[in-house]
């Protein structure tokens, strides 16, 4: 896992979204798996006013309290302004604080696993950064996109030291 902090502004999603928590997702009720075929049904990349149709955000937005509530999964593209035509849902990254994650390359259902369970058990459990909890995303490029030979960005928001 290699991680760096950066600094990201603000900026309008639009796709399909689900509410859902971790524990859902870990049994028969998970929600994820179709959210992911709803946005690939969806043609949501070939529609006008995307800023960039060749990256994919999947945004963890709406926490009801941390890890362990409820959230709100977005799948989308970013947008001048938060869109809810075209029957989808939008939603605003938060300017903030971030700490990059970067996946190894594999098949994606395994390093994007992977790589949340190395931040929550290996990197949070230690740090002295605190997850804020206003909005996290993955970032994919698109582009030649091969499920089972991917690298994924995962963005976590944090409380900024001052």
Not at 51 to 72: H, K, M, R
């Amino acid at each position: 896992m290699h991680e760096t902090m950066t600094h990201m502004p603000a900026m309008a999603l639009t796709g399909v979204a689900v509410r859902t928590s971790n524990l859902r997702e870990s049994g028969p009720e998970a929600q994820i798996p179709s959210l992911w075929e709803r946005y690939f049904a969806s043609g949501l990349q070939q529609k006008p006013g995307l800023q960039n149709p060749s990256v994919l955000y999947a945004l963890y937005t709406d926490y009801e309290s941390d890890v362990n509530g409820e959230y709100t999964l977005l799948l989308g593209h970013e947008t001048e302004r938060a869109v809810s035509g075209w029957g989808k849902s939008s939603a605003t990254v938060p300017e903030a604080a971030y700490i990059k994650f970067t996946s190894k390359r594999g098949p994606i259902q395994r390093v994007v696993i992977e790589l949340w369970q190395e931040i929550w058990a290996a990197f949070f459990q230690n740090a002295e950064l605190e997850r804020t909890y206003s909005g996290d995303f993955e970032r994919y490029d698109v582009r030649d996109f091969n499920p089972e030979d991917t690298v994924v960005d995962i963005f976590v928001a944090v409380k900024e030291s001052r």
